[in-house]
């Protein structure tokens, strides 16, 4: 039978192949921890904990604003970098640009 070939666009993009990879923010973790995006996705942070966290890169090449629970946010990464939450250090993630 056909594969599931229905449009999902949920999130603006200026790149209409660009594909939106969701990293959920729960129980102070990222998950998943790593992703691996191709260039020109975006990546939506979701915080479904019940404190409020961020996403920035370990050398603040990029950061989230602060997000309360059940914020989200989306960027367009443009290499592979490794995060941290600036208030909780154990939690930490990576995103891979291929
Ligand atoms: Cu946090």
Do not use: R
């Not at 990546?43 to 090449?61: M, R």
């Not at 059940?70 to 367009?76: A, D, L, P």
């Amino acid at each position: 039978m056909t594969a599931k070939t229905g449009a999902t666009a949920a999130t603006p993009s200026t790149n209409p192949n660009a594909e939106t990879h969701v990293v959920t923010i729960e129980n102070m973790k990222y998950n998943p921890a790593t992703i691996t995006v191709k260039k020109g996705d975006q990546v939506t942070f979701n915080n479904k904990d019940i404190v409020e966290h961020n996403a920035t890169e370990v050398n603040k090449a990029w950061a989230s604003p602060m997000l309360q629970p059940g914020q989200s946010w989306t960027f367009t990464p443009e290499k592979t970098s490794d995060y941290y939450c600036t208030i909780h250090l154990v939690m930490k993630g990576k995103i891979i640009v291929k």
